[in-house]
């Protein structure tokens, strides 16, 4: 062999060793195996968000830290600082001094899935994966799991393993930390015999990092929040009992806003405030909507996205619909049955599906439930019945109770309900986000499924995307809803603002069973116009709308608000968000076969015109029929707007509103 041949043999020696050591890095990188860099990083699959995951000074003893980050112009820009990363077990604490066993990424993770009822029937969410696991000094396994959407961000703890002990949280020390800008959000409310139920006031803005009224405790999801530009939302997904929901510290110094479990003094004080599971074990996801638009936020799946899928094989019986309501005119109504009567008519007349029978019907005098129900099937309308979920955990003496807390009983009493032909349950008074109260959720809708019962929960906590694992939940209240016109003299005052967040706040995460359409005056007259309340069963989503008001006052109406409340629906083929700003107004469009239904709601005493721009100008209307506030504020007419160039501009008056649909 000459030297030159030598040489060239030598050369492909050398190519060949560094191609396999370049394959064996390749294979490293893949499956996770590699030396800790102390730094990690996942960008979603259109590369429009970018988590970062990191030790504090990339030191290997240091806490673990991630950020988001935004594409803006082909730039990523931070709209989260480092924020806090950890948990603590009874036995181990996984906080810091964490070693690095393995890195895996999945790539283009798609999943199609139908809802029942929701803001769009068909979803779709694809997203990149990354799991990264770790070992604490005592050689126990974590792993936390990321999720880049170009939507947002979620992630979730998870203890991997076999073992039939019981493993309990102690402590978890998530962390949010935010950078300057503003920030929507309600207080998670102190404890007492009707509280917590999320049920305050959604308020904003305020800066960033302003603290909890000192009177709460804490700041309770979902929170939303506008910083460099861009809009972020915050909830937590993914419930299946064995983990207790959360809110936030009330300081938050800095912008850190810091999960806080459930206070000890919740149910009763019953039950521990931490959670606890065999292994293998999951937390809940914690998610973060982003965008550069509030449309981005107000048209989010993260929720369900992040929850598991059905576990109802058959969901042809699962009917959403709309309801009369009777306590809200008259509060001692379930009790008498010739009460009731009027109020199946009136969902007859309307051709509502359901009439909703409230506290204390097993105490009903001239008849009994089965009569009833016998009467409202005549009618084709299907009953729904109040009952108080405790037990031990509440002191509520409403009727009927100690039927939901223990399963035995409560399946007795679901056989006994369905076999006479009630439809559906609403469960009250839970006033707690316990495990166990949590799991009590969860064994409800099961066993209500086994039953063919729609379930709606008040006095509750937030829906946590368990509208897709359990599709016969149609709606929960956690909201401050229109029966604080009963006993709420800050409630007018209040109304328009809260009512102009929730789009973009609680109604984002879930159904929400505001009770709308109050014509008529309560204890505590309102402020709002009737276009304004016209408006709330477009721009409130839920699977089950409680009509509020009486017969009589809405029958008063004109023609074709009787004809708009008799014809708009609750399910939801597609929803959009037209225009609007947290506290000041909201424009709604919702989606029903080949009709659009629009909602607009101002939330301040002023007179305003809004611009409304329809995002896809081909598909555009060029008029759409609305109901509108008349020129004393008081009554309602009926007009034709044009839309030019895929524009419409639209007046409201002072706390006012609007209502209507184009084809």
Known sequence: MTENMKRISIRLTAAKAAGAFAGIIAFLLLTGCIRETGKWEISSPGNQILVKVHKKNLDASEQLHYSVHL???????????????????????????????????REDLQEKYSLVSGKKLECRSTCNEMKICFTNPEKQKICLIFRAYDEGIAFRYVFPGNSKQNFRITREVTGFDFRDGYFWGHPYDTVSQWAPAYETY??????????????????????????SGAWMLVSEAGFDGSYGACHLQPDCTDGLYLIRFAEQEEAMGYYENTSYSTLPWSSPWRFIAVGDNLSEIVETTLPTDLSDPSKVDDVSWI????????????????????????????????????????????????????????????KNVGL????????????????????????????????????????????????????????????ILEDAAEFNLLVNFHGCTLPGGWRRTWPNLLTMEAIRGAESYKFDRMFPEKAPSHLAIIPYTRNTVGPADYTPCTFSDHTYPRLTTPGFELALPVVIESGIMHYADTREKTMELPGFVIDFLR???????????LAGFPGKDAVIARKSGSRWYIGGINGEEIQKELTLEFPDKQDAPTSIQLIQDGESGKELRLTTLEVKDGKLTVAMKPCGGFAGYWE
């Open 71 to 105: 594409n803006r112009g082909g730039s990523f820009i931070r709209l989260m600082d480092p924020s806090p990363l950890g948990i603590v077990r009874e036995d181990g604490r996984f906080t810091d001094n964490l070693e690095l066993v393995s890195v895996k990424k």
């Open 319 to 378: 009917r959403p619909g709309r309801a009369s309501w009777s306590w809200w005119s008259d509060s001692d109504s379930p009790q008498d049955y010739d009460r009731l009567v009027p109020f199946i008519d009136f969902a007859a007349r309307m051709g509502w599906e359901y009439s909703l029978v409230d506290a204390n019907w097993n105490h009903m005098n001239g008849g009994d439930i089965q009569q009833l129900a016998q009467y409202a099937a005549g």
């Open 384 to 443: 729904l019945l109040w009952y108080n979920s405790g037990g031990k955990h509440n002191v509520v003496t409403e009727e009927p109770r100690d039927l939901m807390d223990e399963r035995k009983i409560r399946k007795m009493e679901f056989e006994r309900i369905s076999s006479m032909g009630i439809k559906g349950i609403k469960v009250d008074f839970f006033q707690s986000d316990k495990q166990e109260i949590i799991k009590l959720y969860t064994e």
């Open 567 to 577: 014809e708009i629906p609750v399910v939801w083929d597609d929803t959009r968000y």
């Open 202 to 227: 959604f308020a904003g803005p305020v800066e960033i990092g302003t603290d909890a009224p000192w009177n709460k405790n804490g700041w309770a999801f979902p929170i939303l929040l506008e910083t």
